[in-house]
């Protein structure tokens, strides 16, 4: 008998530190992704499996928090995803 699936939250930010800070605080209840900048946690946030939530810092390289949470809350499949 298996044991349930760890709800997915993927942590974006381009600090080390605050991720590490995160990862600390979630991982036994959750499985933690992350992601430095916006366009690889775009990808993460699209592929399996998909987050629960989405963590999400304002300002990154690349593709800043609001663009990617834009990307998100535009495409049917994922909008219904909660961000913070």
Do not use: F, Q, W
Request: proline share 7%; charged share 25%.
């Amino acid at each position: 008998m298996g044991y349930p699936k760890k709800p997915v939250v993927l942590v974006v930010d381009d600090t080390i530190a605050n991720i590490r800070i995160l990862d600390d605080l979630l991982r036994d209840e959750y499985t933690v992704r992350v992601a430095t900048n916006g366009t690889t946690a775009l990808r993460l946030a699209l592929s399996e499996p998909r987050p629960d939530i989405v963590l999400l810092d304002i300002m990154m390289p690349e593709m800043d928090g609001i663009e990617m949470c834009r990307h998100i809350k535009t495409n049917l499949t994922y909008s219904h995803i909660p961000i913070i």
